[in-house]
């Protein structure tokens, strides 16, 4: 079975900054798909970027880019020039290529941005 | 834009009632799943539903759960008796497709509480 770890419960970070969120996750399988969910208070999860296993290059999504560590099973988020919209409960989440779109997630990280 | 939508926000039951859980999922979309989150722990996947049936289903997903897809736009999750530990924030979510790191989208949520 897939696990996902989010190690850090809670983080903040100045507006306009940068901020790095952690991610690993353990699998035996090769082809997967990793993603980031955010959750704003009393909102509903929106996806924020995804990652193809079979991919090398990391992807990126404007403000937001992952380092994508296939050996060391680790997925973590980069949150450039954070803004106060970024406040959030962030998820990352496994999904394995064989699955019917079932997502696994990790605990979560509350992003608190500050003014 | 196009949203899941779930209803009721929150809904409180005695131990033992049945209880049945909304969901509008996006139009075209295809692929629904459940989710529960138990307050401080992770979300964890329920059940995937494809064309009418049941594709995945997880080992919380017992006997007295069940989905059904009534009349081509709703999709509901009943829980037959309810137990004081099936409290928990219940999402609904679909997808256009399963695999390809198809996005899924989520709805708000439903807070159950059971008494």
């Known amino acids: 079975a897939q696990t996902v770890t989010q190690s850090q419960p809670e983080m903040s970070v100045q507006e306009a900054e940068t901020v790095t969120l952690s991610c690993t996750y353990d699998t035996s399988e090769n082809n997967y798909y990793l993603f980031w969910y955010k959750q704003p208070p009393s909102r509903q999860m929106i996806l924020v970027i995804r990652q193809e296993a079979y991919k090398q290059q990391n992807a990126t999504e404007n403000r937001f880019s992952v380092n994508f560590q296939k050996a060391a099973k680790s997925f973590s988020l980069k949150i450039s020039d954070s803004q106060l919209g970024d406040t959030a409960m962030y998820f990352c989440a496994f999904m394995s290529g064989t699955s019917y779109g079932k997502l696994t997630f990790g605990q979560g990280t509350i992003l608190t941005v500050h003014p | 834009e196009p949203e899941v939508t779930q209803t009721p926000s929150h809904q409180v039951t005695q131990m033992g009632q049945e209880v049945i859980l909304r969901c509008v999922p996006i139009s075209n979309h295809l692929y629904f799943y459940w989710y529960r989150q138990i307050l401080g722990q992770k979300v964890e996947f329920l059940v995937s539903?494809?064309?009418?049936?049941?594709?995945?289903k997880s080992e919380i997903f017992d006997d007295q759960f069940s989905v059904e897809r009534p009349d081509g736009s709703n999709f509901t999750l009943k829980i037959r008796s309810t137990k004081l530990e099936d409290s928990a924030m219940y999402f609904c979510?679909?997808?256009?497709?399963?695999?390809?790191?198809?996005?899924?989208?989520f709805g708000q949520g439903t807070r159950l509480t059971v008494v």
């Open positions: 979510a679909s997808s256009a497709d399963r695999g390809r790191a198809t996005e899924a989208f």
């Open positions: 539903f494809y064309n009418n049936e049941i594709s995945e």
